[in-house]
Nanobody, 123 residues
Framework: QVQLVESGGGLVQAGGSLRLSCAASGRAFSLYAMAWFCHAPGKDREFVVG???????YYAESGKGRFTVSRDNAKNAVSLQMNSLKPEDTAVYYC?????????????????WGQGTQVTVSS
């Protein structure tokens, strides 16, 4: 089992940047595929980016070219660098984990979630 805690959200103007962090505790962080999701008011929770145990990351179209995810197994952490933020990026961002190698974009495939961190982008 793994416990996840996000941090780094806040209020930023359009065009600005934020760096979200996800700290994991528990066993064998390296055995989990990780992902970030976002949940905006009135919308479903959406996949943002996935980081597999091994291999390439997978970005949703909305974040390609603007967001960069990184994973540090030695520190049990995943971070999400968000640049060129837009008002439509406003949402609660969640870190999620699933045991196994690969990344999937379906939220129901992730049994472990953090509490979320609010990102608000003003126009």
């Amino acid at each position: 089992q793994v416990q996840l805690v996000e941090s780094g959200g806040g209020l930023v103007q359009a065009g600005g940047s934020l760096r979200l962090s996800c700290a994991a505790s528990g066993r064998a962080f390296s055995l989990y595929a990780m992902a970030w999701f976002c949940h905006a008011p009135g919308k479903d929770r959406e996949f943002v980016v996935g980081v597999p145990r091994i291999g390439s990351t997978y970005y949703a179209e909305s974040g390609k070219g603007r967001f960069t995810v990184s994973r540090d197994n030695a520190k049990n952490a995943v971070s999400l660098q968000m640049n060129s933020l837009k008002p439509e990026d406003t949402a609660v961002y969640y870190c999620a984990a699933r045991p196994g190698f690969g990344v999937v974009s379906t939220r129901n495939e992730y049994p472990y979630w953090g509490q979320g961190t609010q990102v608000t982008v003003s126009s």
